[in-house]
């Protein structure tokens, strides 16, 4: 009811408004000395003026605008509506025969303009007047960043927060922008200046708008920026913003993941699509932390059809909501299925005959494989086979393993069984139509089952955080970069390779916990304990990416390695698969069958196992009872 009594009287301001225009007009024309004709002609037009101008401002929404939150579209559309009222009018007007002077249609175009804008501008005024003494009691906020961000964020602010939040100015480096105005706030220093600026104007929120910024400048401005007490917010990174705008409903504490930021990734956009535009693509592991985000980044390069196949009914159903609402016209087939089962597989292959598929779908927590690693050859073996074998027969064009790396010199049954993974897809290239690559990267941040989730529950209880060992380091991607260079590199594969994604440089485990704690409004070793344990049955201090006697070869993508790995003896490999597959069944030796497949496995165990002093343990000292010398599957080259 109040929007339409403002509108009404909108209505009427614009009636007097275009009513009086044309008399102005002839008044500054003829210097206030107008002859009775021209009243007379132009009283004779009024109505016919009066409803083209009415029409055309209602057809462009002048009178469905919230005017108090009045920007830059909303003078272009008042600029539009006068200017095509403006061309009606005075054709209308001539081509009836109506005798005026040419000026006078050019200079009513500016009065309207002049005075619709101006009313428009005392109502913005208006509000901002009657709101600006609730400011007093509002956060009083810092923008770091006076870039699109920042203007984002403030203008969000001036328009729909001012009752909440006042914006006190902003922080950028650039000094080319320092005691300039944006959004009515002006660019106080850089971030030298924080403290000094908190201090001197009050300020009780600091936000980080720079969505590019890499992690070590992020930790930077957050240290100096928790130095001054007041609340830290950031906008989400690069990846994290699909569409590049920034709104306030985005705004988060400091994360780890924020810290942890690297330089966005470049990617061939076209190039990608090439293989994925118009194409029916499977995910398998769909529910997954990685599956979950390729679909995500999928959607974006329209496939005609995306089947999300795993096992969990529960995030299967959660990616397959989340993919409607925000891509309706996506075709979407979610698919519960094991890719343990060939038979279901080989089904579901022939029902949609996927043109191109990335397998997700693996276990991969090590504790929990390393005590039942039956479990982790059934799925990370054997599903791989079963998928593999599926979309050879029915001429996938593309297959694209995700792998980690856990699988290089590997000390844990995870990392192993992703290790023969990776040798069953190169091995299946050239068999038929399809391409079959892997690409190996580390720990993706943010994944279900980390050590972050782990970390933030330890210290919601107070402690302690529990380290394996103080020097342990891991390389860190987020899940968002990790999916776009998956994505990349499937388009680079000419079949058999293994890609390596660059990590990065490892980060210690024990700078993280101190990270999470401090982030946490916390000190390390004072309100939380940072305790050790000791290094689990499989796992290393270090991983790694590639052997030292793989080595690595360019590609196209400064990010994108391909491994020089060593050729895989398909014969040999069979046989050590069945006879893996009859372990699985019985129970017997899996480990030590393994072992054999990957050579580097028993080697690098037996050397973790001296180191730590467990040699004897977890079955190192015995060995199978039959020989598997002639199932290595690596051919010496």
């Known amino acids: 009811m109040r929007q339409k009594v403002i509108s009404l009287f909108l209505i009427i301001m614009d009636m007097v408004i275009v009513a009086a225009a044309p008399f102005i007009a002839l008044f500054l024309r003829f210097e206030g000395v107008v002859g009775q004709n021209y009243y007379s002609l132009f009283l004779s037009y009024l109505p016919a003026i009066i409803l083209l101008r009415l029409v055309t401002f209602y057809a462009f929404g002048l009178y469905h605008r919230l005017w108090r939150y009045a920007s830059i579209s909303e003078l272009l559309a008042i600029i539009s509506a006068v200017t095509i009222s403006s061309l009606f009018i005075t054709v209308y007007m001539y081509a009836t025969g109506a005798n005026v002077p040419r000026s006078i249609p050019f200079l009513n175009w500016i009065i309207v303009i002049l005075l619709i804008g101006g009313s428009r501008l005392c109502i913005r005024v208006l509000h901002f007047i009657r709101t600006s003494n609730k400011c007093q009691a509002a ?53 030298q200046d924080i403290k000094c600026i908190v201090n001197k104007y009050q300020v009780n929120e600091i936000i980080i708008a720079i ?45 780890l993941e924020d ?20 194409k ?101 073996v054997f599903g791989t086979k079963n998928v593999a074998e599926a979309a050879c027969r029915t001429d996938t064009e593309m297959f694209i393993m995700i792998s980690t790396d856990k699988a290089v010199n590997p000390t844990s049954v995870m990392g192993a069984t992703k290790r023969v993974a990776e040798l069953i897809v190169q091995s299946m290239n050239g068999k038929g139509k399809t391409k079959f690559a892997a690409v190996r990267f580390g720990n993706v941040l943010g994944s279900r089952g980390s050590v972050i ?22 390389y860190f991607m987020t899940i968002p970069e990790a999916t776009q260079l998956v994505l990349q590199a499937g388009s680079m594969a000419q079949g058999g390779e293994v890609f390596v994604l660059d990590m990065g440089e490892p980060v210690k485990i024990v700078d993280m916990a101190r990270d999470l704690i401090e982030l946490s409004g916390l000190v390390p070793g004072k309100d939380v304990e940072i305790k050790y344990t000791g290094l689990r049955p499989g796992e290393k201090l270090f991983e790694e990416l590639l052997t030292a006697e793989e080595g690595t070869s360019s590609t196209r993508h400064e990010k994108i390695y391909v491994a020089n790995l060593k050729l895989v003896n398909e014969k040999r490999l069979r046989k050590a698969l069945a006879l893996l597959q009859t372990g699985v069944h019985t129970g017997d030796n899996i480990v030590h069958i393994i072992e054999e497949i990957v050579p580097q496995y028993r080697v690098t165990r037996e050397k973790v196992a001296r180191e730590n002093g467990k040699v004897g343990e977890f079955g190192m000292t015995s060995r199978p009872e039959v020989s598997l010398e002639d199932y290595r599957v690596v051919a010496e080259v």
């Not at 989730?453 to 891991?474: D, N, S, V």
């Open 453 to 474: 989730p782990l970390f933030r529950r330890q210290i919601a209880k107070g402690g302690p955080i529990t380290i394996t060992h103080p020097e342990m380091k891991r």
């Open 139 to 191: 956060t009083r906020t810092l923008i770091v960043g006076a870039g699109d961000a920042g203007a984002m964020i403030a203008r969000e602010i001036g328009q729909r927060y001012y009752d909440t939040k006042k914006l006190v100015g902003f922080i950028d480096d650039d000094v080319y922008k320092v005691k300039r105005s944006l959004f009515g706030a002006t660019v106080l220093g850089n971030r």
């Open 280 to 380: 029916r693509v499977l995910v398998t592991g769909a529910g997954g932390s990685i599956g979950s985000e390729l679909c995500r980044q999928l959607t974006k390069l329209e496939p005609s059809q995306l089947v999300l196949l795993g096992k969990g009914e529960n995030s299967i159903y959660e990616i397959d909501r989340e993919l409607r609402e925000k891509h309706g016209n996506l075709k979407v087939e979610p698919i519960i299925a094991d890719v343990r089962d060939e038979s279901r597989i080989n089904q579901l292959f022939d029902r949609f005959r996927p043109q191109v598929v990335f397998h997700a779908a693996a276990h991969k927590h090590v504790p929990l494989m390393e005590a039942q690693p039956e479990e982790a050859v059934r799925n990370n």
């Open 211 to 255: 969505p590019s910024l890499k992690g070590a400048e992020l930790r930077e401005i957050v240290q100096v920026c928790k130095l001054t007490g007041c609340k830290v917010k950031t906008v989400p990174g690069i990846y994290e913003l699909i569409d590049g705008k920034v709104t306030l409903q985005q705004l988060r504490d400091v994360d």
């Open 259 to 278: 810290l942890l930021r690297r330089e966005p990734v470049k990617l061939d956009l076209d190039q990608i699509a090439g293989y994925i535009r118009g």
